[in-house]
């Protein structure tokens, strides 16, 4: 199994620009979730999903948008991006809710 | 609110000595308490639990115990290895809730041989 994989590892985007992060598990799991981590502080929730088709929202979700269309696949996209969106950011899945997440290797995205 | 902090780092120590990384929690409750650890170029992974007071969580030669009356959650381990420089956060969790989940802000563990 590959586990929680994220697509791409490193991003430069410009103010302004729109892309979507990736983000894909093959064990099944019917919970995922975004954070993004920026220095010195934890892991913050961006958007999460109990399963296909059902997504909320987390503490962060200003800017991002969620879609989970199958149960493997859960996109992050960033519709217009801002500086304050450079972070590091991190997907997980679960099979018991936030209990044990199993996260991917994350993707560091920069905004100039 | 809830919130859970952690030592800063890094921390920096030599093969085979002992390790304390600290944690405390703010929380009304009985929060479920995590450790998860990140290894250089990987996610995170959950290291161990504790979900109610007086409980130790174990793991790897690593543990914790859930001590309520100082809200804290110290990470221990007797004899660490080069192969556990990593970055360690703590988390704590009230109901079965994603927006009641929160981390700490990591403390990097380096260990020299």
């Known amino acids: 199994n590959a586990g929680v994989t994220q697509t791409p590892k490193f991003q430069v985007l410009k103010t302004g620009q729109s892309m979507t992060l990736q983000c894909a598990q093959d064990?099944?799991?019917?919970?995922m979730s975004w954070y993004r981590q920026d220095p010195g502080m934890g892991l913050r929730l961006i958007h999460y999903?109990?399963?296909?088709?059902?997504?909320d929202q987390g503490e962060v979700p200003n800017g991002y948008n969620v879609s989970r269309s199958t149960t493997e696949d859960f996109p992050l996209r960033l519709l217009s991006a801002a500086p304050s969106q450079t972070s590091v950011y991190f997907c997980?899945?679960?099979?018991?809710?936030?209990?044990?997440?199993?996260f991917g290797p994350g993707t560091r995205l920069t905004v100039t | 609110g809830d919130s859970v902090t952690q030592m800063e780092g890094p921390v920096t120590l030599s093969e085979e000595a002992f390790l304390t990384i600290n944690c405390t929690y703010t929380?009304?409750?009985?929060?479920?308490l995590f450790w998860y650890v990140q290894y250089p170029g990987e996610g995170l992974q959950l290291l161990l639990k504790?979900?109610?007071?007086?409980d130790k969580g174990s793991n790897k030669g690593f543990e914790a115990t859930y001590r309520k009356e100082t809200t804290s959650f110290h990470l221990e381990k007797g004899s660490v290895q080069v192969s556990d420089s990593a970055v360690y956060f703590c988390a704590l969790m009230k109901g079965d809730n994603f927006n009641k989940f929160y981390f700490g802000s990591g403390t990097k563990l380096n260990v020299k041989p």
């Open positions: 064990m099944n799991h019917e919970y």
């Open positions: 999903s109990v399963g296909a088709g059902i997504t």
């Open positions: 504790a979900t109610k007071a007086d």
């Open positions: 929380a009304t409750g009985y929060p479920s």
């Open positions: 997980a899945s679960s099979r018991d809710g936030p209990y044990e997440q199993y």
